[in-house]
T-cell receptor, first 114, second 116 residues
Framework: DQQVKQNSPSLSVQEGRISILNCDYT??????FLWYKKYPAEGPTFLIS?????DKNEDGRFTVFLNKSAKHLSLHIVPSQPGDSAVYFC?????????????FGTGTRLKVLA | DTGVSQNPRHKITKRGQNVTFRCDPI?????LYWYRQTLGQGPEFLTY????????KSRLLSDRFSAERPKGSFSTLEIQRTEQGDSAMYLC??????????????FGDGTRLSIL
């Protein structure tokens, strides 16, 4: 039962253009969502988060959008840079769990072409 | 802020041996998590500590697995009688509680376990 899904295993984007990574979830109890970036041989690095009371959160080149009715979130990276090439994971948690553990998607590998 | 530190970075052992991993969280973080990641998958939750109390264990954590967090500081994850299926990256993460309860978890670089 995959509660968090990233249906695109990979994405290639030209440098300077927008990268859009998508994530869908099924559990309506999720109320906190995050995006992590992972380079090979390193742990996931926190990028940006959003609470379910918001529909958008922006931090520099990164913006996360949340559509609760569609149970969908997306990460926009503008402009994309070669250093953004990595695997991106979305994660979700529920405050009702009491532990705030994360459920992760399977990741999308982003390649930014110079 | 020195980040989350995990040791060793890589462990190779024979099937049936016991292994122990260590995690040093960010010093002011009272929450500590262990996750496991296999190839092509996202990290999967294993267990959670709030200070020294282990408050949740995933059903993924068989009785061969045990975790401790004495004095609410560093944590250890031990696997007894290792099996081929235990080969994975073991990730530790920590976070503070914060006023809202939701605070981002910060991950270490993991321990990669390889079972021969």
């Amino acid at each position: 039962d995959q509660q968090v899904k990233q249906n695109s295993p990979s994405l290639s984007v030209q440098e300077g253009r927008i990268s859009i990574l998508n994530c869908d979830y099924t559990n309506s109890m999720f109320d906190y969502f995050l995006w992590y970036k992972k380079y090979p041989a390193e742990g996931p690095t926190f990028l940006i988060s959003i609470s379910s009371i918001k529909d958008k959160n922006e931090d520099g080149r990164f913006t996360v959008f949340l559509n609760k009715s569609a149970k969908h979130l997306s990460l926009h990276i503008v402009p994309s840079q070669p250093g953004d090439s990595a695997v991106y994971f979305c994660a979700a948690s529920s405050s009702t769990s009491g532990t705030y553990k994360y459920i992760f998607g399977t990741g999308t590998r982003l390649k930014v072409l110079a | 802020d020195t980040g989350v530190s995990q040791n060793p970075r890589h462990k190779i052992t024979k099937r049936g041996q016991n292994v122990t991993f260590r995690c040093d969280p960010i010093s002011e973080h009272n929450r500590l998590y262990w996750y496991r990641q296999t190839l092509g998958q996202g990290p999967e939750f294993l267990t959670y500590f709030q200070n020294e109390a282990q408050l949740e264990k995933s059903r993924l954590l068989s009785d061969r697995f045990s975790a401790e967090r004495p004095k609410g500081s560093f944590s250890t994850l031990e696997i007894q009688r290792t099996e081929q299926g235990d080969s994975a990256m073991y990730l530790c993460a920590s976070s503070s509680s914060g006023w809202s309860g939701n605070q981002p978890q910060h991950f270490g670089d993991g321990t990669r376990l390889s079972i021969l």
